[in-house]
């Protein structure tokens, strides 16, 4: 049986960012389905920045390798890795080919996909928000290399539409995210009466962002709204409240969900502290066991959502509306446009109807499994030409 070997470029085995973990656990999952039905075996060659922390999406199959600055200059850095590969598959950390992030970190997306052309690799751009490009040279940037890749596969409508508009759709595929398919053990339920509710809240949001300005424009002041949806839940006698992380990062205060999560715990006694997770599926089983959440990282609601929990995002980017709206999720809040006393409103209410949630949900899952297939099917044959 033929061995190829799948360039993983910005995936992490290790990142404190769950959800980059995430898509890496769920794609080499469906990876590993489409090679059993080719009849190939496959290794994967994992590129991206490297966190200090032991790896949790680990294998024999799997190498790592872990980049620095300087390994975009030099032949034996980036290059050499990539002309090793028989494919490369490009997910841009799931919402990082853009430029709302900044500039440095749009050029590194930019100079790595020019890197795989450079070693003669094909591209596919796997399923990720593509932009938004706010700059006239960062949009033509992107364009370029979009014209270049083999596929560009969109996660949702948005994205899609916004590829058409600069005249890509030629190279659109149209899927979902691949952390749907993120393996997991579900919680076992335990029957005490307890209405068991979720809230992941971002670090990133609560401390304004990396500028530490309210840096994404939010309507409403997010730490207050946090401790308004605490206050509420605390006061509800049937509710066990539990206050979950899904970025852990020790070195990077601002991005960090726990140490948010930890000080709430402090000024809301009863609720519960989530630990931190040792792998995004770990936090997915974790979230299974839930009976009701909300959360502004994205992949906390994916992993909450993938598992059958009524959730309810908590939108800072376009790319949440896109991603759920495109499936038929309708169900969410927008802490850029609505205030907080709306945004409150609507968790009270989805707590209430959170049966209906569940029935929206199950529907708009079965969609997003349905969508993945188109995603499954261009991999098919990238494998099968190669096999």
């Known amino acids: 049986m033929k061995t190829l070997t799948i360039g993983l470029l910005w995936h992490s085995v290790n990142s404190d960012n769950l959800g980059v973990g995430a898509l890496t656990a769920g794609h080499i999952a469906i990876l590993d389905q489409v090679a059993r039905d080719v009849g190939v075996t496959l290794r994967y060659r994992i590129l991206g920045w490297s966190d200090p922390q032991p790896a949790y999406v680990t294998g024999a ?14 032949p034996s850095g980036l290059y050499s890795a990539l002309r090793g590969c028989d494919i490369v598959l ?27 052309f450079a070693a003669r690799r094909p591209l596919l751009l796997s399923p990720q928000t593509i932009g938004p490009f706010q700059r006239r040279w960062t ?3 992107a364009a370029t290399v979009m014209r270049g890749a083999h596929k560009v596969v969109t996660r949702d409508v948005l994205s899609s539409d916004y590829l058409k508009s600069l005249g890509l759709g030629h190279k659109l595929i149209e899927a979902c995210d691949v952390a ?29 962002g990396y500028t530490q300005k309210n840096q994404f424009d939010l309507v409403a002041d997010y730490a207050a709204l946090v401790r308004d949806i605490c206050r509420y839940f605390a006061s509800r006698e049937e509710c066990e409240l539990h206050l979950v992380g899904h970025v ?19 000024e809301f006694p009863g609720a519960v502290l989530a630990p931190r997770f040792e792998s995004p599926s770990a936090a997915k089983s974790y979230i299974s066991g839930l009976d ?8 906390a609601c994916i992993a909450a959502f993938s598992s059958g929990v009524p959730v309810l995002p908590m939108a800072y980017s376009r790319k949440f509306a896109g991603l759920f709206g495109t ?6 809040v927008d802490c850029r446009s609505q205030p907080a006393d709306e945004i409150l409103a609507t968790v009270m209410r989805s707590y209430e109807e959170r049966d209906r949630l569940t029935a929206d949900l199950q529907i708009a899952l ?18 099968e030409a190669r096999r």
Do not use: W
């Open 61 to 74: 199959n799997v190498e790592v390798v872990a980049l620095s600055a300087k390994d975009f200059l030099k």
């Open 90 to 116: 490009d997910i841009s950390a799931g919402d990082s080919f853009a430029d709302i992030y900044g500039v440095q970190r749009f050029l590194y997306n930019i100079l790595s996909k020019l890197t795989v």
């Open 139 to 141: 949009r033509a940037l």
């Open 180 to 208: 749907l398919k993120l393996p997991y053990e579900p919680a076992a339920p335990i029957a005490d009466g307890k209405v068991r509710v979720g809230l992941n809240v971002s670090g990133l949001l609560f401390n304004g």
């Open 248 to 266: 852990n990062s020790r070195n990077h205060v601002v991005e960090d969900d726990y140490r948010v999560c930890e000080a709430l715990a402090q």
């Open 292 to 299: 009701f959440f909300m959360g502004a990282r994205m992949h």
């Open 327 to 332: 499936i038929g999720y309708d169900h969410l």
């Open 366 to 383: 079965a969609e997003g499994y349905r969508k993945l297939g188109a995603y499954e099917a261009v991999l098919k044959t990238l494998l």
